[in-house]
Structure formats: C-alpha cells, structure tokens
C-alpha cells in the first residue's frame, strides 16, 4: 500500500501569550485525503492552532507547513489552497442564499463564468431553489450548516479547516452534516476538524485529542479505545482529562 504523502507538517508548534502557552509544543501531521479530528474541551487550544495553521496568525515558534506552503512566508499561498468555516459559519446575514455562494466563489478568485457555474451546481446539490432568494437570516440552522460548508470548498482547495462546525446544532443535523464531511474526502479533500464533541471522533480517521495546550494522544479512534481500554471516545478523553488534573 502505497503512504500517502503529508499535506499539514507541524512540529514544535509553540504559542505563547505573555507565559500562557496556548499551543505548547505540537507535533504531527496529517495525510492527504484523510478526515483528521482536533478534539478537546473548549480552551484546549484548538482554535489558537486552526488560526495558525490557515495563515492567520502566527506562531511563536516551530515548523509548519500547509499544502507545501511555509506558515511564516507563504500565507498567501496557503489561503488560496485551503477553505475554512467557523462555528458561527461565516454567513451574510442581509444577503440572499444565492447572493452568499456568489460573494464567496469570487473571494476564493473564481472567474465569472466559473461562478456562475459552481453557483448554480451548488444550488442543485443542496437543493436549495426555493430558497436561492431567501436571506439567510431567514433560513433553518441546519440549512446555514451545509451551505457554510460548501461555500467553504466550492474552489476545490485541498485542505478545508472547519473550527467547531457543529456547535449548537441538533445531533440529527450533526450527522447529517459529517455526510457531507464524508464526501469531500471522497472527493479528494483533506479534512482538519475541532471540535469538543467526543462522539464526532468516530467519523475521523485519526483524532488528536489536547489537554491544556498540549496533545495528550494521537491515533485512531479505534486504537485509542483500545489503548486506554474504553468503550467510547468519551472515556478516553475523561481517562486523559484525569490524568492531567492528577500528574
């Protein structure tokens, strides 16, 4: 079987505010294609890391690489390969369904014709024609989830970062929202996930899991069920949390 090549190299990731370190000391990588889970509590330092990691901010120190491209001097080039959602999904709240596809595939640089194409396709596979004139404040939650994340890959990039996606959501919404997770994978985008929900570490590939600024395990949902003889990922992290509190 041939080892896919590593699309995110992170190592020695240091993130410093004043003595606090919000990042202390990262190191992994994350495969091509693969669904990779950033997992913790809130303020385990997740979201201090996806910034980094998608060029917003930068580091203390460490090496860091996204798509080929170096943290430090190819943040350009690093937001042009990459998409990303936040939690609270990045939306226009005064703008139409419609209007918000076509503002964000000309911000990712698509041409004019591009758009209208990507536009109208996306439309089609959300099935969301009654509602292409609606403003999105106007619309279901869940409905503002699934057209987040599409805007979000609709230039192809090769890596998506999505920082605690489904938060606030209900768990129906949540599942249906790793279908499309699932298939941007299948399609050949990397997937780089936060999120505190436990549970969603079964639909990854491999799961980080941090504990106050630092990873307190790296591995495969099932290996870690296994290492730490747990029945769920949620006893692994309580086992890890435990741990923390007690060394």
């Not at 996806?50 to 080039?77: M, N, W």
């Not at 005064?94 to 014709?113: H, M, P, Q």
Request: hydrophobic residues 40%.
């Amino acid at each position: 079987m041939v080892e896919k090549e590593d699309i995110i190299i992170v190592k020695d990731l240091v993130k410093k505010y004043g003595s606090f370190y919000a990042n202390d000391h990262l190191s992994f990588e994350v495969k091509k294609g693969e669904i990779f889970g950033f997992l913790g509590a809130n303020g385990a330092g997740k979201t201090t890391a996806i910034r980094i990691l998608c060029g917003l901010s930068y580091p203390t120190s460490g090496i860091l690489k996204v798509a080929g491209f170096d943290v430090y001097t190819q943040r350009d080039e690093i937001k042009k390969n990459i998409g990303y959602m936040s939690q609270k999904f990045s939306l226009y709240d005064d703008l139409t369904v419609f209007e918000n596809i076509r503002f964000y595939a000309g911000i990712y640089g698509l041409s004019k014709k591009e758009i209208e194409i990507r536009s109208n396709r996306l439309m089609e596979k959300l099935i969301l024609g009654e509602a292409r004139d609606k403003l999105i404040r106007d619309i279901p939650q869940g409905w503002k989830q699934k057209l987040a994340f599409s805007v979000a890959i609709i230039h192809d990039p090769k890596i998506v970062f999505l920082d605690e996606p489904t938060g606030g959501v209900d768990p129906i919404t949540r599942r249906q929202f790793w279908d499309l997770i699932y298939q941007a994978a299948r399609d050949g985008i990397t997937v780089f996930v936060t999120t505190h929900y436990m549970d969603e570490a079964e639909y990854c590939d491999r799961v980080t899991i941090m504990v106050e600024g630092r990873i307190a395990a790296l591995d495969t949902p099932e290996a870690l069920k296994k290492r730490y003889n747990s029945a769920n990922m949620n006893e692994v992290f309580l086992h890890l949390a435990r741990t923390k509190v007690l060394s």
